[in-house]
């Protein structure tokens, strides 16, 4: 048992895996589910809404989205996001994980349902209720990242917490796989039963009135697996560290804990030093012994999402070349969405969800850091091998090895920092910062989520794909440096990385 540290706490860091470990991933991987779901559907669902809402008569293809009102359709949601990670990230370390994590859940779901019932038939009303509900969706979801990843952080023992942390992220290729599988299931039965002609034979028949009613229940589905875990999410008790270390209530953690894990455990008293002042977030001691950290968390999280965010800018036009999706005119609405969904679930089976899981299988053998150097190493490589011979790709014959380029540049993303990122912001700052830090962390990285998505957008249009592209081979070399700011937590005890120990025995040699 490491020096000073509770029993309560040393209990946590040495348990076997246990089935309560088993459910508090499915229980906390839900709201990511539900996050990727509907990151994942919103883009096939805009498809749908262009040529519902914004056809133009003799026009020789449907209807797309005017370019602001797309921007608001995806750019809400992420500032959403942002919001709710800083306020919930901020809120988890002031009233307690237990209490906030209801609330996030419960804000997904009802925005889910919401974003699926408009206000009036208008296009300008059915987007405005669109936008407000997925704000709102959003903000569920960005609380979601930090207390999720903390609550699993604070329950894990040493040895696997790692690959726990992991995998809640990692429910988000379930999620992608099922709004794949969703839409494909929805748009074939709609197509069965409301058959339309392609849009350059009937351009108004193409887009049968019920195609109004498919795009709501696909939005909507999402929040069913996020409802059913609310009941054990109620359940789950206060994580022992928080209870502990931050509202000072051993008898509580030692009760909650016993309880959890089925085994005695004997409450303890305070010792004198862990009841001495505790320095601030904005506090000079904090900079001193926490400030490169969080820089490190920021900055990663930040250009990982940079560079991955703008890749899928190029997904559309990936599919296109490729002949997985023929031109908008040759089809039907819904048949549009069918052919969509079926190339992003490909390639979510292909390359993103190997990824996740890989991560899983060895971040606690190998280490974060590793895997977070090699990821950024290798999406460096492949950026470069994108770019520089680029106009090579574009030839037909060269489509496929294009492709196998573009799914190797997210195989490592996921296998490398962007699971990284999430797991190790909540293993490496004191338990009354934790959430706090994690949500400053994940929200930077939507910060540069938003300049990947929007940022890229022009800039492909002013210098073209090409620059573009070498330009994230920059930005990944530039994570690849920041990684070094960042400490390996692999296999210590989480108060033995944040050094809680030490800081209460300094502060009580000041006293």
């Known amino acids: 048992m490491e020096k000073d540290q509770l029993q309560v706490l040393n209990a946590l860091d040495v348990a076997k895996t246990q089935w309560y470990h088993f459910t508090a991933i499915i229980v906390a991987g839900m709201g990511f589910f539900t996050d990727a779901y509907d990151l994942f559907c919103i883009s096939l669902v805009t498809k749908l809404l262009g040529r519902i809402y914004y056809h133009v008569d ?51 779901v009802l925005c889910s349902v919401a974003s699926g019932l408009s206000f009036g038939r208008e296009p300008k009303s059915v987007m405005t209720t669109l936008c407000f509900f997925r704000f709102w969706l959003g903000f569920g979801i960005g609380g979601d990242y930090p207390l999720s990843a903390t609550i699993m952080s604070e329950y894990a023992n040493k040895k696997t917490r790692g690959a726990f942390i992991a995998a809640i992220f990692a429910m988000q290729g379930f999620g992608i796989l099922a709004g794949g599988i969703f839409a494909i299931v929805t748009s074939s039965i709609f197509k069965a039963k409301f ?16 195609a109004d009613f498919a795009w709501r229940i696909i939005l909507m589905f999402g929040a069913l697996p996020a409802a059913l875990t609310y009941y054990w999410r109620t359940k789950m008790p206060e994580t022992a560290r928080y209870t502990a270390l931050v509202a000072k209530n051993m008898e509580q953690a030692a009760k909650d804990m016993s309880r959890v894990m089925q085994v005695e455990l004997q409450a303890e008293e305070l010792k004198k030093e862990d009841q001495t002042k505790d320095f601030g977030l904005f506090s000079k001691q904090f900079a001193a012994r926490h400030g490169l950290h969080l820089l490190g ?66 971040i606690d053998k190998i280490g974060r850091f590793t895997i977070q150097l090699v990821g950024f190493f290798f999406m460096t490589v492949f950026m470069f091998a994108l770019a520089i011979p680029y106009e090579h790709w574009t030839l037909k014959e060269n489509r496929i090895g294009f492709v196998v380029l573009y799914s190797l540049t997210f195989f490592f993303a996921n296998f490398g920092p962007n699971s990284t990122t999430f797991v190790v912001p909540a293993e490496i700052f004191p338990a009354r910062f934790r959430s706090t830090c994690h949500g400053i962390s994940s929200a930077s990285g939507k910060l540069g989520a938003m300049i990947g998505t929007f940022g890229f957008l022009y800039l492909a249009q002013s210098i073209g794909i090409k620059n573009s592209l070498l330009v994230l081979g920059v930005v990944n070399i530039l994570g690849f440096l920041f990684t070094f700011l960042v400490p390996e937590p692999k296999g210590k005890s989480l108060e033995e990385i944040s050094g809680e120990h030490e800081q209460e025995d300094e502060l009580e040699n000041k006293v």
């Open 58 to 108: 003799g026009a020789p293809k449907p209807g797309t989205l005017p370019p602001d009102v797309s921007a608001a359709v995806n750019g809400v949601a992420f500032i959403g996001t942002l919001s709710g990670q800083l306020f919930f990230g901020w809120l988890g370390d002031k009233l307690g994980r237990k209490k906030v994590y209801g609330m996030t859940l419960l804000l997904m």
């Open 297 to 362: 968390t920021a900055s990663t999280w930040f250009l990982l999402d940079v560079a991955f965010y703008s890749q899928n800018l190029f997904q559309k036009d990936i599919f296109s070349a490729i002949g997985w999706i023929p031109p908008a005119k040759t089809m039907n609405a819904l048949e549009k969405v069918f052919k969509i969904a079926r190339a992003q679930t490909l390639i979510a089976l292909c390359s993103t969800i190997p990824g996740y899981w890989f991560t899983v299988a060895f």
């Open 195 to 210: 058959d339309a002609p392609p849009y350059e034979v009937d351009p108004v028949g193409s887009t049968v009135p019920e």
